[in-house]
């Protein structure tokens, strides 16, 4: 997996896939950044948690060697995991449709015009109906085992 690494949703896959090489250790786990330390402006907590999905990562990297300097350096990430990854799973929400994850939707459309390019995108509604269904199946066993 490639991913910016950043936190949120990008960090969850990490850990997800940190997970799954226990199982299948050829899996590769690959952070690229935009730029040098991204973590520097979280709260101290959110680098820890960073710090340690860093130890299991396969590659790190950074795009720019340099701090934040302006947008370009997120432009160039973004060129960069497109031109190197077979597709894109993206979480997105429509609703918010701001930064990074639409321009990433509209230049991985654009890639999938062009050539074959898997896009998978899962949206806030997905997410909901799916922890909808989690909790309707936990309420379900839970009355099943109260018998």
Same mark, same amino acid.
């Given at each position: 997996? %490639?991913?910016?690494?950043?936190?949120?949703?990008?960090? /969850?896959?990490?850990?997800?896939?940190?997970?799954?090489?226990?199982?299948?250790?050829?899996?590769?786990?690959?952070?690229?950044?935009?730029?040098?330390?991204?973590?520097?402006?979280?709260?101290? #907590?959110?680098?820890?948690?960073?710090?340690?999905? %860093?130890?299991?990562? #396969?590659?790190?990297?950074?795009?720019?060697k340099q701090p934040y300097?302006?947008? /370009?350096?997120?432009?160039?990430?973004?060129? %960069? %995991?497109?031109?190197?990854? #077979?597709?894109?799973?993206?979480?997105?929400?429509?609703?918010?449709?701001?930064?990074?994850?639409?321009?990433?939707?509209?230049?991985?459309?654009?890639?999938?015009?062009?050539?074959?390019?898997?896009?998978?995108?899962?949206?806030?509604? #997905?997410?909901?109906?799916?922890?909808?269904?989690?909790?309707?199946?936990?309420?379900?066993?839970?009355?099943?085992?109260?018998?």
């Amino acid at each position: 997996m %490639l991913t910016p690494g950043q936190y949120g949703v990008d960090l /969850w896959a990490c850990e997800v896939v940190l997970e799954l090489k226990k199982t299948y250790p050829h899996l590769k786990l690959s952070i690229i950044t935009a730029f040098q330390n991204q973590e520097e402006q979280w709260k101290e #907590d959110k680098q820890e948690y960073y710090r340690t999905i %860093l130890q299991g990562v #396969d590659y790190y990297g950074a795009v720019s060697k340099q701090p934040y300097i302006g947008p /370009w350096q997120f432009t160039a990430r973004d060129d %960069l %995991l497109l031109r190197k990854s #077979d597709g894109i799973l993206l979480v997105y929400d429509e609703d918010a449709a701001e930064g990074s994850p639409r321009f990433v939707k509209e230049k991985a459309v654009k890639k999938q015009q062009n050539e074959d390019y898997t896009i998978i995108s899962v949206t806030s509604e #997905d997410i909901q109906s799916i922890a909808e269904d989690e909790r309707m199946n936990s309420v379900s066993e839970y009355e099943d085992s109260s018998f």
